[in-house]
């Protein structure tokens, strides 16, 4: 399932007096895809017994931004201008947001403020185009922190302290690329802990330029709000769970409001091994059909999974395309190893492989489709120039006979060398003609 990536974590400064307007302004924060931080939040917030003043002090060395809700109370409040001056001291961005008339903090004289209580709405988006400014600079990494985040994976705030995978990087981007404003999947794959994780969102996100990340609802919501259409994420996902084509409009209005020269919208999917291990059948099934239709379109798609918690393990060399069937119970892949194999879904505790590899291309194969009924025809794309189809009824019926299929999958009469590799055992027949 997709993973939910929080675009920012905002700190709200603010006096006990304000609480209503920081309450407001965390709300439509979270609407937007950040985190806020407020003390007395029930969920996140500080809790009781805690030590508040180091669990301020820990908040304050980890955000983004700090947001200070300017009032005379605010002014007035020792701890208030505490909070201001560490996150100062600590090269934090300051931004902020006056909710009185005329009032200035002494320590953010020089900072241009958002006037809230003049104009909200304004305010508001003054206040997310900053904070968006803010991502698309070089990190939320700060000097003088450490720039190892021990055994959690890098994230794209660390991208400028994360090396030695410029290699791997610019390949993913590179087959990105390569293939314009077509949609399509790239599946990374690897053990646990061998930096999947990282490789995407520290290298690739930054690669790509921001683009949309996964969690869809919410960070296409705040994708939106930075094209001007100014979408909820409750909005965004009732167009998700509308149809099959959800994402696809989504990705086609939010492409029609962007920039001319952005072609296709690219999804990050990370930890995608959920879909196979955790993920209900009916809600696998639904999200199936959301990505078949959006990768038929201006959808791109990128997922890293961990290989041991994903049973589908036979290809000898990259996977460069996945396709699901309509009902979600077959998984398509296609490989450099120039086969494609089909797996069985049908028990997403138990996924197995279906056959034999489909062998018949003469170099790597990259795109794959089911036809719309899902049952008929199977469509793949090679670098060698072809597109074949596949008979599925026929691949399904002469499964478990080692000769009808080997003939079926070389596609053409066998010659002994490729008898022996299709039927081992067997012996030897002179031809395919009559199967």
């Known amino acids: 399932m997709p993973q939910g990536v929080i675009v920012a974590h905002i700190f709200i400064s603010y006096a006990t007096a304000d609480r209503p307007v920081a ?3 965390a709300e439509w924060l979270r609407a937007a895809g950040h985190e806020p931080f407020l003390d007395h939040d029930l969920h996140d917030g500080i809790g009781v017994g805690e030590d508040w ?11 983004d931004a700090v947001l200070g809700v300017v009032t005379s ?3 007035a ?5 505490a909070e201001v001056g560490i996150a100062d001291a600590l090269g934090c961005r ?7 008339a005329g009032v200035v903090h002494p320590l953010m004289w020089d ?11 304004q305010a508001r988006e003054r206040v997310l185009q900053a904070i968006w400014l803010l991502e698309d600079g070089a990190g939320t990494w700060r000097e003088g922190e450490n720039p190892f985040p021990g055994l959690e994976a890098f994230t794209a705030a660390f991208s400028r302290v994360f090396f030695g995978r410029a290699t791997e990087a610019r390949e993913v981007g590179n087959r990105l690329r390569a293939r314009g404003g077509s949609g399509g999947l790239l599946a990374l794959v690897g053990p646990s802990g061998c930096g999947k994780s990282s490789l995407l969102n520290a290298a690739v996100v930054p690669l790509l330029g921001r683009d949309p990340l996964p969690e869809l609802a919410r960070v296409l919501a705040v994708t939106a709000t930075r094209v001007g259409l100014g979408w909820s994420a409750s909005e965004v996902r009732g167009v998700l769970e509308g149809g099959a084509d959800g994402l696809r409009r989504v990705a086609d209005d939010l492409l029609a409001a962007g920039p001319a020269t952005h072609q296709g919208l690219v999804v990050l999917i990370d930890q995608a091994e959920e879909l196979f291990t955790r993920t ?25 999974m961990r290989s041991e918690f994903l049973p589908l393990i036979g290809h000898t060399d990259a996977v460069l395309g996945v396709a699901f069937s309509p009902d979600g119970h077959t998984l398509a892949t296609t490989s450099n190893d120039q086969t494609v194999r089909l797996w069985d879904l049908s028990d997403r505790n138990q996924p197995h492989p279906l056959g034999a590899p489909l062998i018949g291309h003469t170099d790597a194969v990259y795109g794959v489709a089911f036809s719309p009924d899902g ?7 090679s670098f060698d120039r072809t597109v074949r189809l596949w008979d599925l009824p026929r691949l399904e019926a002469f499964h478990g006979d080692e000769v009808h299929e080997a003939c079926l999958r070389a596609g053409g009469p066998l010659d002994k060398p490729t008898w022996d590799q299709y039927a081992p055992g067997l012996s030897y027949q002179d031809t395919c003609a009559n199967r």
Do not use: K
């Not at 409040?77 to 201008?81: L, P």
């Not at 900072?111 to 709405?121: E, F, K, M, T």
């Not at 209900?280 to 890293?304: D, Y």
């Open 23 to 25: 309450e407001e302004i």
């Open 53 to 63: 003043r180091q669990r301020l002090y820990r908040e304050l060395r980890q955000v």
């Open 73 to 75: 109370s605010f002014v």
């Open 77 to 81: 409040s020792n701890w208030c201008s």
């Open 94 to 100: 300051l931004m902020p947001v006056r909710a009185e």
């Open 111 to 121: 900072l241009q403020y958002a006037d809230y209580q003049a104009d909200p709405d």
């Open 280 to 304: 209900p059948p009916q809600a696998r099934q639904r999200f199936a059909h959301l990505l078949g239709e959006a990768l038929a379109g201006p959808v791109q798609m990128v997922a890293a």
């Open 375 to 381: 049952h008929n025809t199977l469509a793949t794309t």
